[in-house]
T-cell receptor, first 115, second 111 residues
Framework: GAGVSQSPRYKVAKRGQDVALRCDPI?????LFWYQQALGQGPEFLTY????????KSGLPSDRFFAERPEGSVSTLKIQRTQQEDSAVYLC?????????????FGPGTRLTVT | GNSVTQMEGPVTLSEEAFLTINCTYT??????LFWYVQYPGEGLQLLLK?????DKGSNKGFEATYRKETTSFHLEKGSVQVSDSAVYFC??????????FGPGTRLSVLP
């Protein structure tokens, strides 16, 4: 079946612009995660949804970052007034259950470059 | 807090050499442990996992054993191939919490 998809795959934004990144998780997956991966680093947790509820947003770096999953499927990560330090790959992952033993399935990521 | 430490890379080996990538963790409770791999130009994919102490995860010739007494989950392979060249990430997931990833270890296997 289809895996996790993300769009766009690449985004170039001028500093100060707003961007919206989309994630389509695997159908039926309860949990959805957003990560930020800087060059040469591991993914850093941003936020977590269980169905439509955002249960943890402790990793969002500032109030310029906002995520939603209104119907418990597709999710959007929005970054307002982008800064150069926001340049990174943004990864979305989904998992079929809440239980910690379940793996997460990653999308290909969106590479954001802020100029 | 929860954290994962991996050995510094890059690791460069000749084909058929033995591979060990060290991973140690700090966590509350009893997390599940994972190794993810990222091949060049591709997304992260699960390599193997272990969900409780003394479990051994294995896949594609790779193995890792969940050692609670040493808080470790070292990745091993007896004979690496050129196609194993990738970045390897150790990760943990405490009960009902978000995943925590290590910084990754780049492996290059030379023919």
């Amino acid at each position: 079946g289809a895996g996790v998809s993300q769009s766009p795959r690449y985004k170039v934004a001028k500093r100060g612009q707003d961007v919206a990144l989309r994630c389509d998780p695997i159908s039926g997956h309860v949990s959805l995660f957003w990560y930020q991966q800087a060059l040469g680093q591991g993914p850093e947790f941003l936020t977590y949804f269980q169905n439509e509820a955002q249960l943890d947003k402790s990793g969002l770096p500032s109030d310029r970052f906002f995520a939603e999953r209104p119907e418990g499927s597709v999710s959007t990560l929005k970054i307002q007034r982008t800064q150069q330090e926001d340049s990174a790959v943004y990864l979305c992952a989904s998992s079929p259950q809440v239980d910690s033993s379940y793996e997460q399935y990653f999308g290909p990521g969106t590479r954001l470059t802020v100029t | 807090g929860n954290s994962v430490t991996q050995m510094e890379g890059p690791v460069t080996l000749s084909e058929e050499a033995f591979l060990t990538i060290n991973c140690t963790y700090t966590a509350t409770g009893y997390p599940s442990l994972f190794w993810y791999v990222q091949y060049p130009g591709e997304g992260l994919q699960l390599l193997l996992k272990a969900t409780k102490a003394d479990d051994k995860g294995s896949n594609k010739g790779f193995e890792a054993t969940y050692r609670k007494e040493t808080t470790s989950f070292h990745l091993e392979k007896g004979s690496v191939q050129v196609s194993d060249s990738a970045v390897y990430f150790c990760a943990l997931r405490p009960q009902s919490q978000n995943f925590v990833f290590g910084p990754g270890t780049r492996l290059s296997v030379l023919p």
